[in-house]
């Protein structure tokens, strides 16, 4: 997936009520998952998702997941297309799920794709 971002630690400011919001100090983009993503959607959520990403230069990838109803492995894939196209642009991904759909990402191994919480700051490349 290239290079591995981090986010720095928060400095204990507070969070945004909306949890679409990035943070403060992070600019993010937003894709929002329809409710009942479909396999057949799955390359036209990505090439919708990749364009996105290259009109919006430089900014983090929020994905907004919390309107899936029902948490199965076609959201899961999608979830996990989207954390490879972050990563292909090198941007931080960051995810808002609701609790069934992270459960399933754990199942799955992909747990990681959902822990890292929102944090102020610009993203930075580990090193």
Do not use: K, Y
């Amino acid at each position: 997936m290239g290079e591995r971002w981090q986010l720095p630690p928060t400095d204990g400011a507070a969070m945004p009520e909306d949890p679409t919001s990035p943070p403060p100090g992070l600019a993010a983009v937003v894709f929002r998952l329809p409710a009942a993503p479909r396999r057949d959607d799955l390359a036209g959520l990505c090439g919708q998702a990749e364009r996105l990403l290259r009109d919006h230069p430089g900014q983090a990838m929020l994905v907004d997941a919390t309107a899936v109803g029902r948490a199965d492995l076609v959201a899961v894939e999608a979830i996990a297309r989207m954390a490879l196209l972050a990563g292909r642009h090198n941007r931080a991904f960051r995810l808002e799920a609701p609790a069934p759909l992270r459960d399933l990402l754990a199942l799955t191994g992909l747990a990681g794709l959902a822990d890292d919480p929102p944090s102020a700051g610009p993203a930075t490349p580990a090193g």
